[in-house]
């Protein structure tokens, strides 16, 4: 069964709006959430790290005031596109890791803004 | 920090033909190195792991080589079937506590029946 449960699947909005994808654990406590995003046709680029009850570690090149990161549980993980524009359409996908190494990966959030 | 790069972006065999997809990583510290399948629209899926500890890795008609003095490894597919078309994604990580995972750029992988 799923081991990370993603939410939306798939989103469509409005420029200048703000989009909030969440990631569920599913019986077991997600201290670390990574966020990716894929464009199509290309490879999944990390954007940031989560960490239960601390901030958001980003990668160079994310902005961190428009991809906001939340974890403030162990079983819960959200990122927020706020503002979003066009160039912002992709699919967001979470993943986390349970023992070591192996990363289990959300359903996938396809986003399209308009 | 870690680069991992990947070839050939793309790749077509004949259904029963091998398909090998090579890998080549940056930082020497790295000692975990996943292979993912990912088809269009889905979560990508762990095929394969191999730990730096170890030099060959084999699971049915999927295995996986590494030389971590040339730090590179690769993917071989054997008696390829026309559902093994996706797109393969080799990562590298250093396992110390959940580290993150990079992923190379993907090979897109075609198995013409």
């Known amino acids: 069964g799923a081991v990370v449960s993603q939410h939306p699947s798939w989103v469509i909005c409005k420029s200048g709006t703000s989009v909030k994808i969440e990631c569920r654990s599913l019986?077991?406590?997600?201290?670390?959430m990574f966020w990716y995003r894929q464009f199509p046709k290309q490879s999944l680029m990390l954007m940031a790290t989560s960490n239960e009850g601390s901030k958001a570690t980003y990668e160079q090149g994310v902005e961190k005031d428009k991809f906001l990161i939340n974890h403030a549980s162990l079983t819960l993980s959200t990122l927020t596109v706020t503002s979003a524009h066009p160039e912002d359409s992709s699919f967001y996908i979470c993943?986390?890791?349970?023992?070591?190494?192996?990363?289990?990966f959300g359903e996938g959030s396809r986003l399209t803004v308009l | 920090g870690e680069n991992v790069e990947q070839h050939p972006s793309t790749l077509s065999v004949q259904e029963g033909d091998s398909a090998v997809i090579k890998c080549t990583y940056s930082?020497?510290?790295?000692?975990?190195f996943p292979w993912y399948k990912q088809e269009l629209g889905k979560r990508p899926q762990l095929i394969i792991d191999?730990?730096?500890?170890?030099g060959e890795k084999k699971d049915q008609r999927i295995a996986v080589t590494l030389n971590k003095t040339a730090k590179h490894f690769s993917l071989h597919i054997t008696e390829t079937q026309p559902e093994d078309s996706a797109v393969y994604f080799c990562?590298?990580?250093?396992?110390?506590?959940?580290?993150?995972?990079?992923f190379g750029p993907g090979t897109s992988l075609s198995v013409i029946p």
């Open positions: 930082d020497s510290a790295s000692n975990y």
């Open positions: 191999i730990r730096s500890n170890v």
């Open positions: 993943s986390t890791p349970r023992g070591i190494g192996e990363l289990f």
């Open positions: 019986d077991f406590q997600a201290t670390t």
């Open positions: 990562a590298a990580s250093i396992v110390t506590s959940y580290d993150k995972v990079i």
